[in-house]
């Protein structure tokens, strides 16, 4: 299907809510150890406020360059619980999104955006507390005239991405967990939570023997 020159990909498939909700309770960094350090977006992607967190389910936007046309026709496609994954070209020149497209974001259900290239607005964003990933920040706004796609596999940070792919994020960065592996991710991090504690609880004793 398309739409005007923005393509879009039939539906897909999305991971139940409780995987989601089980995936929040842990850390980027302890879900990328449970999925053996792979599918880490590069650092150079990061929460634009302190404190930003995300799991959803990926709906992927592919844009030219300093342009939002492709971005804008999403807004049609989200469901609940989705994470824009928007494909930007790493272009620092413009904006891809600004306040304006985040709360339409979040309104329409949205758990956040993360923007392999650049946004704009952010003390209004992280007032509002929408979770947006990006790789910096300008002023300049964006282009609106295509041609993109929707739902469609994207690259970001170094990782592929496919539409239903989950999407964490937080202020260690970003990760791709495919769906497949979600029970395993799931068995592993609990396991490396626990040892993570151990260790804590070791060191708490430590301290506790030099005071």
């Known amino acids: ?37 792979l599918n880490i977006v590069d650092g150079g992607i990061a929460p634009i406020w302190p404190g930003a967190r995300s799991v959803g389910t990926a709906l992927p936007v592919m844009t030219v360059a300093g342009d939002n046309k492709a971005v804008i026709a999403a807004l049609d496609h989200i469901r609940p619980g989705d994470v824009v994954v928007i494909n930007a070209s790493g272009y620092e020149g413009r ?4 306040d304006n497209l985040a709360q339409r974001f979040d309104l329409f259900g949205a758990a956040g955006a993360v923007v392999d290239g ?7 964003i992280a007032e ?5 990933f990006a790789r910096g920040l300008t002023p300049a706004g964006p282009w609106k005239n295509g041609p993109g796609s929707i739902g469609e596999p994207v690259a970001i940070g170094g990782v592929v991405v496919n539409p239903g792919d989950i999407v964490a994020a937080d202020g260690d960065g970003v990760i791709i967990i495919p769906p497949h592996r979600a029970a395993e991710v799931i068995a592993a991090v609990r396991e490396i939570v626990a040892l993570e504690e151990s260790k804590d609880a070791e060191v708490a004793t430590l301290r506790k023997q030099h005071a």
């Open 128 to 132: 509002l507390g929408i979770p947006i």
């Open 118 to 124: 650049y946004v704009r607005d952010r003390d209004i």
């Open 1 to 37: 299907m398309s739409e005007n020159n923005v393509r879009v990909a039939p539906e897909w498939e999305r991971v139940d809510n409780a995987i989601l909700e089980e995936l929040r309770q842990h850390s980027v960094a302890n879900l990328g150890d449970a999925l053996d350090r």
């Open 95 to 98: 904006a891809i999104l600004g």
